[in-house]
């Protein structure tokens, strides 16, 4: 069995003074990739403070664990492998810098782990809601951050797309599979500290329309030549780019302002001659190439589970927050022939769907979880294009072209065929490609967790469905309510009673005149009870 560890204080110095952690032989830079012809809240999980720990002390660019403490196999919350198991090594079995704020009182939040001071709404109105009115197009969000006085300060900024990232948790749940009638999601954002809302349907919108604007400017084009920024969509759980223009308009999103923390998202690497960089900035050591061939989510688990390079055996796929964090924004296959990576690093160059050259999207060990209580997605970074099937500007045949950016954020299913995805998924025509690269990792602040996690469940909100556009194609445009049929059904007593003193993601059974019936303690849609849910989905009251 595989020992995990976490860096030790004389690691942690050498870090610090940006000296090379391991030695060994050397591989070659990005410049001779080989060309293939294939193509947390706080309290939220248990973790060390993590404003005084040892690892911390050294860091520059510590990164927030992604809160994701329940375990996963291809579909379906299942009790956290055990080293060896399958699916072994995803993000539920480590766990990092638990995030940590502080409510400071006069509008603004304070990151403990980070070091980040954020505004605390998006209500720029100061109305006391969020909602259209409240966004700003890319130039008016810069203009506003410098103007801004809040709580004393006068150098706010728009955070970078690295900085508003931090910000992410992926205990949320996607709201883009919402089911008609209404639902219950679990914003990617902290919502005890924060204030968030939806898009506003009442303006026309979708619900997903909650975009949030960086400062992050894509180095090409998406779409059809538009100029672009990266932001986070809280509601989905993605970074995307998007373009600064809507149908002849300036596109508007919300915003966050941020103060202080002016080297968060620095990498510091070092090249240890051995296969493997460090980027001392965050203390995490990866993999200087990539895995060289696509293989699905388990198989990605199972490979990073089972590398032993520089004769190291606690090797890792990286969380999604890990793997976003060596992602270069100033590179791009379009403006510098090469991914969205430091040439530090070598990538394995692919044949992208129409046969041009370009580079992989990589697996995260993380699940990207939905509303409707699926859980056959995993999020991937693209360093290469973000490509989609879209429509050109005249409505013609849908074509391929980069629609998201490299740099973004996705999810793709965790197993299955790319060909049974020939126009993508989802409203852009996401390419679905399913055999994604790896690069693992090893180090940093994440510690191994064997078995079941305590988890506890962030805030939900509950959405109504509209019936006016679709979400995705088919279903109707979901709306904020508070109430409305199904908003506060909870699931019958004795699935409740089956998971009393259980957590997420451990075996259960319930009793019925028809016999026992086996399942997994979850949270149903439109519950933010624990109970007993069958393999075939929630329990009916």
Not at 78 to 89: I, K, L
Not at 134 to 151: E, F, I
Not at 357 to 365: A, H, I
Not at 481 to 504: F, H, K, M
């Amino acid at each position: 069995m595989k020992t995990k560890i976490v860096l030790i204080m004389f690691v942690l110095i050498l870090s610090a003074c940006g000296m090379p952690l391991e030695a060994g032989s050397t591989i070659p830079s990005n410049e001779a990739v080989n060309s293939e012809d294939n193509v947390a809240a706080v309290d939220s999980v248990p973790a060390a403070n993590p404003s005084t720990s040892a690892v911390s002390t050294f860091l520059t660019y510590r990164i927030v664990d992604s809160n994701q403490a329940a375990c996963y196999d291809n579909n379906q919350l299942v009790p956290c492998p055990e080293q060896g198991s399958a699916f072994a090594g995803q993000d539920g079995n480590y766990q990092g810098a638990t995030a940590s704020y502080q409510d400071n009182s006069d509008g603004t939040v304070s990151d403990l782990v980070t070091g980040l001071m954020w505004s605390q709404s998006a209500d720029l109105n100061g109305d006391g809601t969020i909602n259209a009115s409240d966004k700003l197009s890319y130039t008016n969000a810069m203009n506003g951050a410098d103007s801004s006085t809040l709580a004393g300060y006068d150098d706010w900024r728009l955070p970078t797309i690295k900085e508003l990232y931090s910000l992410i948790l992926f205990d949320g749940t996607d709201v883009s599979a919402c089911p008609g009638g209404s639902c219950s999601a679990t914003p990617f954002i902290d919502t005890r500290y924060f204030d968030y809302a939806y898009g506003d349907t009442s303006a026309g919108e979708r619900v997903i329309d909650a975009q949030f604007a960086t400062s992050t400017k894509y180095v090409s084009t998406t779409m059809n030549g538009d100029e672009t920024l990266f932001g986070v969509n809280f509601a989905d759980g993605r970074i995307k780019g998007y373009g600064l223009s809507m149908r002849g308009s300036d596109k508007t999103f919300f915003v966050l302002y941020v103060h202080g923390g002016n080297n968060y998202g620095v990498n510091a690497y070092g090249d240890n001659g051995n296969g493997t960089v460090t980027d001392n900035a965050t203390g995490l050591t990866w993999m200087q190439g990539d895995s060289g061939t696509g293989m699905n989510w388990e198989s990605a688990l199972a490979y990073c589970e089972g590398y032993s390079a520089t004769g190291s055996d606690d090797w890792r796929l990286p969380s999604v927050k890990e793997l976003q964090s060596i992602l270069d924004y100033s590179r791009s296959p379009a403006t510098t022939n090469s991914p969205a990576i430091d040439p530090i690093f070598a990538s394995t160059a692919i044949r992208s769907e129409d046969g041009s050259t370009d580079y992989p999207f990589y697996w995260s060990s993380t699940t990207h979880a939905s509303s409707n209580g699926g859980a056959d997605f995993a999020a991937y970074v693209s360093f290469g294009s973000a490509y989609g099937y879209m429509s050109g500007p005249n409505g013609d045949t849908a074509q391929l072209m980069d629609v998201h950016g490299a740099g973004a954020q996705r999810s793709d299913p965790k197993t299955g065929s790319a060909s049974e995805y020939p126009e993508g998924h989802g409203p852009q025509g996401d390419v679905v490609r399913i055999d994604n690269y790896v690069r693992c990792v090893r180090g940093g602040e994440a510690a191994y967790v064997s078995g079941n996690t305590t988890v506890t469940t962030r805030p939900s909100m509950n959405i109504q469905d509209g019936g006016t556009s679709g979400l995705q194609p088919g279903q109707g445009q979901a709306t904020q309510n508070a109430g409305g049929p199904g908003a506060d059904r909870q699931p019958p007593q004795e699935a409740i009673s089956a998971c009393v003193g259980l957590t997420l993601g451990t075996a259960c059974s319930i009793n019925t005149p028809n016999g026992i019936v086996n399942g997994t303690c979850g949270t149903p849609p439109n519950s933010t009870q624990i109970a007993c849910m069958p393999a075939g989905g929630a329990p009916s009251p």
